[in-house]
Structures are given as structure tokens and as C-alpha cells.
């Protein structure tokens, strides 16, 4: 509660405050991923450039599905009572919008998914063995995805800062 007063009263632009709930994040689930993914491609034996691809996958992931949970915590609040991790009179609007963010989550894989499947098939029909399509296309999604985020984001600060008040509202309320 008084973190979300405080972000508020800040002079700070509201993409900015979502881009660093966003990169706080990162290092955690990043290093998490980042040593699974290396780990098991020196495990199941990955060829270089497949390993490389899913490292730069992961952050077209994290970049996807950023917008879907900033869109989330923008729209569906949920107050939480003091000291629990009970939330306090939830709406069931919020119920819903939150479960469709979670059908939207493998959307985050989407790109790592049509980047390999494209390695894939040229393998299998076009006989390119050998070429490191799926690092190529990734390297292709990359940029294309980082610009929309950014997009995005600026369009969900402007949500934030119109709906700060009816956030404050939602997460100042405490359970009785």
C-alpha cells in the first residue's frame, strides 16, 4: 500500500515505474533460466547455436509476457490484508481478467515456437541442414519485439497513471 502511494507521488514517468517493476524481475528469473538453459543444453548435448537462440528466446518471452502482467496489475488490483497473502474483497471482473492473463501466458512461447518449428520444417522439406535458422530467427524477432514492448509499455503507463486512483482504492482497502 503505501509502495503503490509512493510510486504515485513520484515525479517519475509512469513507463518508467513499469519498465523497472519489469527489470526487477529479471535477474532473478533471468539467472534461473539463463543456468536451466545451459545446463541442460550441456546435458542433452544442444548444438551452440540452439543453446544461444533459447537464451535470446527467454528474453522475447520475458517481453511478451511483461505487457500481459503490467495489462493485469493495471486492471484487475487486488488488495491484499496486512501481513497475509489473503486478498481482501476481491471482484470477480478481476477473477476473470486475471484467468484469461493466464490462457495468454503461452503467448510469451509463441515466437520461440515458430522459430524453431521453422528450423524444423526447412529441415525436414528444404533440406537446410545445417543452417542455424532458428538463432537467425531469433535474432530477426529480437528487435521487433523489443520495439513493441516498449510501445506497449508507454500505452500501459498511460493506464496507469488514469487508473492510479481506482488502483489505490482497490489495494488500500484492509480486511475488517
Known amino acids: 500500500r503505501q ?3 509512493a510510486y504515485v507521488l513520484m515525479p517519475a514517468q509512469r513507463r518508467d515505474i513499469l519498465l523497472g ?3 526487477g524481475i529479471l535477474p532473478i528469473a533471468g539467472t534461473l533460466s539463463g543456468l536451466l538453459i545451459v545446463f541442460m543444453g550441456i546435458a542433452s548435448g544442444l548444438h551452440v547455436s540452439h ?3 533459447t537464451l535470446l528466446q527467454v528474453v522475447i518471452a520475458y517481453l511478451v509476457y511483461y505487457p500481459i ?3 493485469t496489475s493495471i486492471v484487475a488490483p487486488v488488495g ?3 501481513g497475509t497473502m489473503k486478498p481482501v474483497s476481491i471482484k470477480f471482473t478481476s477473477v476473470l481478467i486475471q484467468f484469461v492473463a493466464l490462457f495468454l501466458t503461452p503467448l510469451a512461447l509463441l515466437p520461440a515456437a515458430i522459430a524453431l518449428a521453422a528450423e524444423l520444417l526447412l529441415g525436414s522439406f528444404g533440406g537446410m541442414t545445417g543452417m542455424p535458422v532458428y538463432l537467425l530467427l531469433t535474432v530477426i524477432e529480437l528487435p521487433f519485439v ?3 514492448y516498449w510501445i506497449v509499455l508507454g500505452m500501459q503507463g498511460t ?3 488514469q487508473r492510479e486512483q481506482a488502483i489505490l482504492d482497490v489495494i488500500s482497502k484492509v480486511a475488517e
Open 3 to 5: 509502495g503503490f502511494r
Open 21 to 23: 517493476k519489469n527489470l
Open 51 to 53: 543453446v544461444i537462440a
Open 69 to 71: 502482467s503490467n495489462y
Open 80 to 82: 491484499m490484508a496486512i
Open 146 to 148: 523489443i520495439g513493441c
Open 159 to 161: 493506464l496507469l497513471q
